[in-house]
Nanobody
């Protein structure tokens, strides 16, 4: 089984909300930071959020104040709550696991496992 299973994408109107989930199927979650990335059509991949091994939550400026990352240890799942979505948020989203990640830089460059890409489409 894949170590990470992502779900929760779909189509939503501008101003609406979606919640993405990333289940750590075969990982000891306490040993990993979990990051969220996205890639829009014609754009480079962008790191948007990370929850570190110590529980700190980090965000890119493009989503700060609109998106919230959280974890449920019992379910071994990390969530990304996306509010006030904009057409510019349309992208394929990925979750990723980073061994012992505890900084923004490590979350961006130290990915060990990727989840499957899920499509988020925001209509105007």
């Amino acid at each position: 089984e894949a170590p990470l299973v992502a779900s929760g994408g779909g189509l939503v109107q501008a101003g609406g909300s979606l919640r993405l989930s990333c289940a750590a199927v075969d990982l000891t979650l306490d040993n990993y930071a979990i990051g969220w990335f996205r890639q829009a059509p014609g754009k480079e991949r962008e790191g948007i959020s990370c929850i570190t091994v110590e529980g700190s939550t980090l965000y890119a400026d493009s989503v700060k104040g609109r998106f919230t990352i959280s974890s449920d240890a019992a379910k071994k799942t990390v969530y990304l709550q996306m509010n006030r979505l904009e057409p510019e948020d349309t992208a394929t989203y990925y979750c990723a696991a980073i061994w012992s990640g505890d900084t923004w830089y490590e979350c961006l460059v130290g990915v060990d496992y990727w989840g499957k890409g899920i499509l988020v489409t925001v209509s105007s």
